[in-house]
């Protein structure tokens, strides 16, 4: 079956411009989570949804960082103003339930120039 | 807060060599412990992971015990083959009331023939 795909998968942008990054989970996972990863690193947590609740932002880095899931299914990462630290490649992740492996993505490499 | 230590690398080794790859952790509570696997240009993917101390989780010819006494959940195999060559992290899970992952920083295992 299907699994988690993540778009676009590579991302240059320019200082300052907006992107958003896509997930779409594993048909029927309640939980969807965002990561970023950076280059040598592992990845670090931005965010959780479950269904269309953000339950926690406490990894969002800053206020230019938005992540939205209005429907339960399908999310996206907007990066405002985007700044050469933000690249990084992000990472998302879908569950069933709450206790439940966390299956990945392929991931969208970002790249602010 | 929660953190987790895992050995640096490259480690190098040829085919049918034992393999360990060292991961400690520091955590409040009982976190569950996992072994995600990135092989080239792919997402990661679970291992194996155990859920309370002195579990063994296993897969694919690699296994980790959860030590309570020594904060470690050490990565082996006994013979390790070209294939397996890839990126390694160690994780646990937090009790924040859903399971927000907290990774180490990588082990990258090279194989040669």
């Known amino acids: 079956g299907a699994g988690v795909s993540q778009s676009p998968r590579y991302k240059v942008a320019k200082r300052g411009q907006d992107v958003a990054l896509r997930c779409d989970p594993i048909?029927?996972?309640?939980?969807l989570f965002w990561y970023q990863q950076a280059l040598g690193q592992g990845p670090e947590f931005l965010t959780y949804?479950?269904?269309?609740?953000?339950?926690?932002k406490s990894g969002l880095p800053s206020d230019r960082f938005f992540a939205e899931r209005p429907e339960g299914s399908v999310s996206t990462l907007k990066i405002q103003r985007t700044q050469q630290e933000d690249s990084a490649v992000y990472l998302c992740?879908?569950?069933?339930?709450?206790?439940?492996?966390?299956?990945f993505g392929p991931g969208t490499r970002l790249l602010v120039l | 807060g929660d953190s987790v230590t895992q050995m640096e690398g490259p480690v190098t080794l040829s085919e049918e060599a034992f393999l360990t790859i060292n991961c400690t952790y520091t955590?409040?509570?009982?976190?569950?412990l996992f072994w995600y696997v990135q092989y080239p240009g792919e997402g990661l993917q679970l291992l194996l992971k155990?859920?309370?101390?002195?579990d063994k989780g296993s897969n694919k010819g690699f296994e980790a015990t959860y030590r309570k006494e020594t904060t470690s959940f050490h990565l082996e195999k006994g013979s390790v083959q070209v294939s397996d060559s890839a990126v390694y992290f160690c994780?646990?899970?937090?009790?924040?009331?859903?399971?927000?992952?907290?990774f180490g920083t990588g082990t990258r295992l090279l194989v040669s023939p």
């Open positions: 955590a409040t509570g009982y976190p569950s």
């Open positions: 949804f479950q269904n269309e609740a953000q339950l926690d």
């Open positions: 155990a859920t309370k101390a002195d």
């Open positions: 994780a646990l899970t937090v009790n924040t009331g859903f399971q927000k992952l907290v």
């Open positions: 992740a879908s569950s069933l339930e709450l206790a439940e492996t966390q299956y």
């Open positions: 048909s029927g996972h309640v939980s």
